[in-house]
C-alpha cells in the first residue's frame, strides 16, 4: 500500500528449471532495483537482510522511498559475490497499491 509501513517482505531465490533449487548466498551482499511506472529506474532503498544463506532466504524491509509511487513497477535483485560471480534474479513485476 502507498506510503505504508510494512513487515519485511520474506523471500527465497529458487532458479526456476533446476527443480527449485534455493541459490546459497553464503558470503553475498544484497542490493536490488526497483523501476517504478513512469520513473527511472533507482536502488531499493529499504534494507535486505540474508535469513537463511543455504536457503536462499532473505528479507526486503521496505521503507516510504520503496512504496512512494503507486503502480506497477519492476524489481530485480543481485546476489554479489567476491570474485565478480554476480547473481540476479528475474525482473519481477509488483504493484504498490494506491491509498485513499
Not at 46 to 67: C, E, M, P, R, S
Amino acid at each position: 500500500m502507498q506510503g505504508a509501513d510494512f513487515q519485511p517482505y520474506s523471500l527465497t531465490w529458487v532458479y526456476q528449471g533446476l527443480n527449485g533449487a534455493a541459490l546459497d548466498l553464503t558470503g553475498a551482499s544484497l542490493t536490488g532495483t526497483i523501476n517504478p511506472a513512469a520513473s527511472a529506474t533507482r536502488a531499493i532503498a529499504g534494507t535486505l537482510t540474508i535469513t537463511g544463506a543455504t536457503n536462499g532466504q532473505f528479507d526486503w524491509q521496505l521503507v516510504d522511498a520503496d512504496v512512494t509511487t503507486a503502480g506497477i513497477h519492476k524489481v530485480q535483485f543481485v546476489a554479489g559475490f567476491a570474485g565478480g560471480k554476480d547473481q540476479k534474479t528475474l525482473v519481477y513485476t509488483w504493484e504498490v497499491k494506491a491509498s485513499l
